[in-house]
C-alpha cells in the first residue's frame, strides 16, 4: 500500500518543483512541553525531521534545502539551552556525515561561524570540506545567522572594496549585494515554510525571500514529515508568481 507521503508525491508537477527550500524550524519547545519532556527532548527529536526533510526534498529534486538552525538572537538563549544545543550539533554533525555523503548531499553553512564553540566549527569546516564534491543536494545550515548581522557585513566589505579601489559606487547593484551576502553562489529561495503556527520571518534571508512564496503550518517542527513537505510544494505550486506583472502577462 502506497504511504500518505507516496501519493502527495506523486502529485507534484515535477517540472515546477522549487529550486531552493529554505524553512524556519520552530516549535522544539512547545512541542517538549506537550510530551511532558525538557526543551532539549524537543531539540532532539526535531534531528529526525531534518532527516525526514532532507530525504523528502532529495527524493523530489529540491536542489537548495536552507534550514534556520540557530540565529544571533539564540545566543540570548538561557546558557545551558546554547550549550546543549552546541553539543547537539557536534553530536549529529558526527552521526550524520556517513549518512550525508552516502545520499549525495553537499553540507554548507552560513552565519557568524566564528561564534561556535571551536569543537563544533571543527567538525563543521570537515563535514563541509568531506561533502564538498557531493551534487545532489545542498544542505545549507543557517548557524549564529541573522539577516541583519549579514547584511551590516554586506555593507562593511563593500565599504572596505571601495576602500581599496575595487570598487565604485556606480556600480553597486543587486549583483554587487549579493556577492557579499552568506548566500553568495546560492539561487534565492522560491519557498519559504515556518513551523509551529508563528507568522513571522525572525530575521531570516530578509533580502532573498523578497519573492519567496510563504508557506506556514502549525505543525511543530519535530513533528514536520516529507509529507508536510510536498504538502507545502503543493501549494506552491497552485500560486501563480507573478513578481509586480499583470495576470495576463505572467500566462503569456
Ligand atoms: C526552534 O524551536 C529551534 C531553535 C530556535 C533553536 P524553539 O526552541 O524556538 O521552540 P519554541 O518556539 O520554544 O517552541
Ligand atoms: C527562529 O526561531 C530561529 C530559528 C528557527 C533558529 P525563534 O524561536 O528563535 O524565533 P522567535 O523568537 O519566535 O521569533
Ligand atoms: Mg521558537
Known amino acids: 500500500m502506497a504511504s500518505e507521503h507516496d501519493a502527495l508525491r506523486l502529485a507534484i508537477d515535477a517540472a515546477r518543483v522549487p529550486r531552493h527550500v529554505a524553512v524556519i524550524m520552530d516549535g522544539n519547545g512547545r512541542w517538549a512541553e506537550r510530551h511532558g519532556e525538557h526543551r532539549m527532548m524537543g531539540h532532539a527529536n526535531g534531528v529526525n525531521a531534518v532527516r525526514e526533510t532532507l530525504t523528502g ?7 537548495y534545502l536552507t534550514l534556520y538552525a540557530f540565529s544571533t538572537e539564540n545566543w540570548n538563549r538561557p546558557q545551558a539551552e546554547v550549550e546543549a544545543l552546541m553539543d547537539l550539533l557536534v553530536r549529529t554533525l558526527t552521526s550524520e556525515l556517513d549518512s550525508l555523503n552516502e545520499n ?19 567538525l563543521l569546516r570537515e563535514a563541509m570540506a568531506s561533502t564538498a564534491g557531493n551534487d545532489r543536494i545542498t544542505l545549507t545550515l543557517a548557524l549564529s545567522y541573522s539577516a541583519r548581522w549579514e547584511l551590516m557585513r554586506m555593507a562593511r566589505r563593500m565599504a572596505e572594496d571601495v576602500q581599496h579601489g575595487l570598487l565604485s559606487a556606480a556600480d553597486v547593484d543587486e549583483s554587487a549585494v549579493a556577492a557579499r551576502l552568506a548566500t553568495a553562489g546560492l539561487p534565492d529561495p522560491e519557498l519559504l515554510i515556518r513551523t509551529s503556527g508563528e507568522r513571522r520571518i525572525s530575521n531570516f534571508l530578509l533580502w532573498q525571500i523578497a519573492y519567496a512564496e510563504l508557506w506556514f503550518t502549525d505543525t511543530l517542527w519535530p513533528d514536520f514529515t516529507r509529507a508536510d513537505l510536498y504538502r507545502a510544494i503543493l501549494d506552491y505550486q497552485q500560486r501563480e508568481r507573478r513578481f509586480g506583472l499583470v495576470s495576463e502577462q505572467v500566462k503569456a
Open 57 to 63: 526534498a532529495g527524493e523530489v529534486g529540491v536542489k
Open 104 to 122: 549525495r548531499v553537499r553540507l554548507n553553512a552560513i552565519g557568524d561561524l566564528d561564534k561556535l564553540p571551536p569543537d563544533c566549527l571543527r
